[in-house]
């Protein structure tokens, strides 16, 4: 997998003949627009068809940006960006390479949630395969109708937990487009690589269903044995089509996350980012936080708000690393205590518990809320994965503060306005002790003559490392120690200088580099643990860095 094999596949699509004329200012992955040089214009049939003055990419660049920044609001933005995409994806990935700051809260969180739930009504153009259970049966012939033979890159969704957003159905498909586009911008996958999904069984969100610019098929939602067979068909033709195809679990219900996870890991090379990208990042939070509070892993008491995929799935890389560090599983699991909707997560609770839950149901009286647990277990990290908006209330997180010196709080729910508190808040309401992570961005915090840095604890410093890592020695499977190296990997990454300001992260604008030395670790654990398909090179990082999809244009002539 090279950016190089990826051009030449792009080459050779449609057959034989390189596109021409109108058809190359239609390929969104070859276009140049006003860039095409003066001998490409007459060779290419572009004659014409293009204004007569020749443009740099980078002169491109600045009328693009500057058109960004003309455009009055998020939302405007992403569809600006979107059609950016459509047109011509060289000079899009310039665009948000260059201001990686800038963009990814656009194409990605918060603004993609937005977008979401607006995905019927700014619809212009498809992007990815729409595969609704309705055509059952003809998985495998409609994947053929993806235009690219080689996809090595899916994320797939049903769209029933979009974000902290819930079911959205259809109009999920944002999120496929916009993690791919992560990949590429953040790791380099060569966008001709990549492929994003929307499984449509239904939605159970009835605002939909009379939604007149719902894209989706206008059904409840299909469960049980029809929808896995559907997911099963699909796994089949997928295996079939692209035998090299790595495939992310994107923003599935969590009954259906964690089963298909289970089913599938070790059948075909899949992950589930929201179970185990969130919790290698949350977990390489933790372990740099804990460079500014002077602590060491195995003495926190973790209390998660939230006992889904994000809470649980962070807990179980939480404990592996405690193992790692020499605890028994019995002693690692008693670190992590959970409170969910029904209050603290206890042993003989009356009601059912979810199986993902059973792990850290502790022998402990009933406890209705969370400020009750926090005063009967005194944790040092309150982690905040409940989809509950300012469930963080002043007198938890001052408790926190009275009971920790450096108290670690991470509001990680998204987007935006679900997060459990602000980042002013948690500052203030800790005169600035707080070590503080969200999963949306907030801007910097100023206090006491200081100011604070919150850190964005989003997926995008992980998923795409590993992902990148796992497609270059083309592993079998990926595997939970993989996500705890990148953990381990991505927290090394963080500067002093970034510890300074309080940010528990490093600055997205250093995202690639990042996400090198993560598919270099990722790389290195499936070569030790035997997963590798590729023979390992001598030189892992610069193998990489070789592979990696750069957004400058080609001569095609
Ligand atoms: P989920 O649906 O699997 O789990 C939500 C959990 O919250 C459930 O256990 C539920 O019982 C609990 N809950 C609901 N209401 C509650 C209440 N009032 N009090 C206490 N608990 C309550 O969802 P998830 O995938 O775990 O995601 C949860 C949140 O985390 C979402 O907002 C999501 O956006 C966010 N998230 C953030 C990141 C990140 O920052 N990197 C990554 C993944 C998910």
């Known amino acids: 997998m090279t950016a190089q094999s990826a051009d030449e596949g792009l080459h050779a699509q449609g057959g034989p003949l390189f596109p021409w004329g109108s058809n190359l200012l239609t390929s969104s992955l070859l276009n140049k627009g006003t860039a095409f ?20 990419i980078k002169e491109q660049l600045g009328r693009v940006y500057g058109n960004f920044l003309r455009k009055p609001d998020p939302l405007e933005k992403y569809i600006f960006l979107t059609t950016l995409q459509n047109r011509n994806e060289t000079l899009f990935y310039k665009l948000v390479q260059e201001h990686a700051e800038e963009m990814i809260p656009i194409i990605y969180t918060p603004t993609v949630g937005q977008a979401c739930l607006e995905y019927g009504a700014i619809f212009r153009r498809p992007r990815g395969l729409f595969l609704s259970i309705r055509e059952r049966g003809r998985v495998a012939e409609i994947l053929r109708h993806w235009p690219h033979p080689d996809v090595r890159m899916i994320v797939v969704t049903d769209g029933e937990r979009i974000l902290g957003l819930g079911d959205l159905g259809a109009l999920g498909m944002g999120i496929p487009v916009g993690k791919l586009s992560l990949y590429t911008a953040c790791a380099g996958l060569h966008p001709y690589y990549c492929l994003p999904i929307t499984l449509d069984v239904g939605t159970d969100n009835t605002k939909l269903h009379e939604d007149p610019l719902y894209i989706g098929i206008n059904q409840k939602r299909v469960r049980g044995a029809e929808y896995d067979a559907f997911i099963a068909e699909f796994v089949a033709a997928v295996q079939s089509a692209y035998p090299r195809a790595l495939l992310q679990w994107e923003d599935f219900g969590n009954t259906n996350a964690f089963r298909l996870l289970r089913q599938y890991r070790d059948q075909i090379c899949s992950f589930n980012d929201d179970i185990q990208g969130t919790a290698s990042v949350a977990l390489a939070g933790i372990i740099a936080g804990l460079r500014l509070t002077g602590g060491r892993l195995p003495d926190q008491k973790l209390l998660f708000l939230g006992a889904g995929e994000a809470g649980t799935g962070i807990a179980d890389l939480v404990v592996a690393a ?24 206890v042993q003989g609770r009356p009601g059912p518990l979810a199986e993902h839950k059973t792990p850290y149901a502790h022998r402990h009286p009933p406890l209705a809320t969370l400020t009750e647990a926090i005063e009967a277990l005194q944790p040092t990290a309150l982690i905040g994965v409940s989809g509950q908006a300012r469930s963080f209330t002043r007198e938890i997180v001052a408790r926190m503060a009275a009971l920790n010196r450096r108290p670690i709080i991470f509001a990680l729910s998204n987007p935006t306005s679900k997060a459990e508190c602000t980042a002013e808040e948690a500052y203030q309401w800790t005169d600035g002790r707080v070590i503080f992570a969200s999963g949306s961005p907030f801007p910097p915090v100023s206090l006491g003559g200081r100011t604070y840095v919150p850190g964005q604890g989003n997926n995008v410093y992980i998923f795409p490392g590993v992902g990148l890592g796992a497609l270059v020695c083309e592993a079998t499977k990926i595997t939970d120690g993989m996500f705890l190296t990148a953990a381990r990997t991505l927290a090394a990454q963080v500067a002093d200088e970034d510890l300074a300001l309080g940010r528990i992260y490093p600055a997205l604008s250093r995202i690639r580099e990042v996400s090198v030395k993560i598919a270099a670790a990722v790389a290195d654990e499936a070569h030790r643990a035997g997963l590798a398909r590729r023979p390992q090179p001598a030189d892992l990082e610069a193998d990489i860095r070789a592979r990696m999809f750069e957004p400058v244009y080609r001569d095609y002539v």
């Open 322 to 345: 405690l193992q790692q560090e020499g605890l028994s599983l019995t002693d690692a699991k008693a670190r992590c205590w959970f409170v969910d909707s029904q209050g603290l997560v």
């Open 37 to 56: 040089t003066e001998r490409e214009r007459d060779v290419l049939g572009l004659r014409g068809l293009l204004p007569p003055r020749v443009f740099t």
